[in-house]
């Protein structure tokens, strides 16, 4: 119940913030001038704004958290790596790596936790879980299963890279 709680959470979330990712436009026309001094066709300009949440850090903790989803991504790599070799020990490892007992465990700044948003924190958990319970399917052989719950994890990743941005403090 636990982890279905989590999963939805990060599903109902995703729902909310999707709209964030989609940033406003604004088009121009302009005239090109070639290098031999000829008009180009006219073409549209358009400019994006990034309307996702801003996370404050200083350079230490932007610096662990950047870390951290490298490593979800090298994770799903190895996952799906080793599930097309049919290699379940490997899923198994790698998806342990990046779970909630993962080497960076010890190793998050105690300054980090209070500047996240909420929101933020509930889907690292569910993702740091969802890596879990990949380990689990692998463990107990249930290939079928691996790939769906790197889709999960996933959507937990493009609903966080969606919503907030890190700033560093004092950056201009």
Not at 98 to 106: A, L, S
Not at 112 to 132: Q, S, V, Y
Not at 143 to 168: F, L, T
Request: one cysteine or more.
């Amino acid at each position: 119940m636990q982890k279905m709680k989590y999963y939805c959470a990060g599903i109902v979330f995703l729902a909310g913030v999707a709209p964030l990712s989609v940033g406003a436009q604004e088009k121009t026309t302009g005239a090109q001038v070639s290098s031999s001094g000829q008009h180009a066709h006219d073409k549209e300009i358009v400019t994006f704004t990034d309307e996702r949440a801003p996370i404050v850090l200083n350079e230490a903790e932007r610096a662990f958290l950047k870390r951290e989803m490298r490593g979800f991504l090298a994770g799903v790599q190895e996952i799906l790596e080793a599930a097309a070799a049919g290699d379940g020990r490997r899923v198994a490892g790698a998806a342990r790596n990046v779970g909630m007992n993962g080497p960076e465990q010890d190793h998050i700044p105690k300054s980090l936790a209070p500047k996240l948003p909420l929101e933020f924190k509930k889907l690292g958990l569910a993702t740091h879980r969802g890596f879990d319970e990949i380990a689990a399917a692998a463990s107990a052989g249930a290939a079928d299963r691996i790939s769906q719950q790197v889709g999960v994890v996933m959507r937990n990743c493009v609903a966080c890279h969606g919503a907030w941005r890190i700033v560093v403090e004092g950056a201009k």
